[in-house]
């Protein structure tokens, strides 16, 4: 039997993670309609079909999803293979995966530190457009939010999540706001997968919900925060992530009750590579980082 191309394995991978072969032209440096091309040869040479496609939505069929799971383990062991070949032989590489701010505001700002202290690793980040709810098979490490279970995997805890009211000088200075029903009549910022914290953030509090003059929603937090910087309205940004934005005075604390969740960050990782020294190390650059920022 002929094996199916590798590139096309691939591309199948990538388009089933992202739901879309826009997106996954985007990763992969290529055309949409070279994905749809290299997912229909592939659905005509295994003779299935691997996507249902409808006017604007593109799910996994059954035999999809099977066939997913088994290469998902099939590009991890190859990584795998080929890194422990490149750590025998050549340079080390570790695949770091984290959410986007994060990156942004945590790690990025600090990586300077770890790369000069270890040279001769080099470190694969990928930052997905929303934050990973799982441990990705193709990464060493991953920084992932929620509450788990992480069955099967080695777990450090980084610290909780949590949000804080926030806005620019400039827009408190334009909107005084003195205390809570001062959000009323106010232009309300919302992350798209947390429509609900404004209001889960006034039961906590036990006063009736805000009533905004408008409610602006993004796709990332990262865009919550700029718009906040921006004076667009006031936001629930993650307290924590956010330390040095208030630092800066870019962005200002409008009261101290904090939205608590039952997320944390954490740290995750295969119990396997817990022998591999350069993952030990990052690990403990991370673990330490993160207790001093």
């Known amino acids: 039997m002929r094996l199916p191309s590798l ?25 949409p309609s070279a994905v749809s091309h290299q997912i229909k040869s592939l659905e005509e040479q295994l003779g299935v079909a691997l996507f249902e496609r409808g006017v604007r939505t593109l799910s996994l069929t059954d035999a999809g999803a099977h066939y997913l799971e088994h290469i998902n383990d099939i590009f991890s062991k190859l990584e795998s293979v080929t890194e422990q070949l490149q ?13 986007p701010f994060f990156a942004n505001e945590m790690l990025l700002p600090r990586l300077a530190s770890f790369s000069q202290a270890r040279e001769e690793t080099d470190i694969r980040i990928e930052t997905a457009l929303s934050a990973p709810k799982s441990h990705p098979p193709e990464a060493d490490l991953s920084i992932v939010v929620g509450a788990g279970p992480w069955d099967g995997l080695t777990v450090h805890e980084l610290f909780a999540q949590s949000f804080i009211a926030a806005c620019s000088p400039a827009f408190l200075l334009d909107n005084p706001i003195d205390d809570y029903a001062d959000l009323n ?17 006034a039961l906590g ?35 924590r992530l956010s330390a040095d934005r208030f630092a800066a005075g870019g962005l200002v604390k409008l009261f ?25 190390e990052l690990t403990r650059w991370i673990l330490n980082e993160c207790r001093v920022a």
């Open 256 to 280: 101290d009750a904090e939205l608590t969740t039952n997320e944390s960050y954490v740290l995750l990782q295969r119990p396997e590579d817990r022998e591999r020294e350069d993952l030990q």
């Open 205 to 239: 509090l036990g006063i009736e919900p805000t009533k905004p003059n408008r409610l602006v929603r993004l796709d990332t937090m990262s865009a919550v925060v700029l718009a906040a910087e921006q004076g667009v309205g006031v936001a629930l940004v993650p307290a």
């Open 87 to 99: 750590e025998r032989y050549g340079r080390t590489i570790i695949r770091l995966n984290v959410p």
């Open 185 to 201: 009549g106010k232009t309300l910022l919302v992350h798209e997968e947390r429509r609900d914290a404004w209001e889960r953030w």
């Open 7 to 31: 590139k096309f394995l691939k591309t199948f991978q990538v388009a089933a993670k992202l739901q879309s072969f826009k997106a996954a032209a985007e990763e992969l440096f290529v055309t």
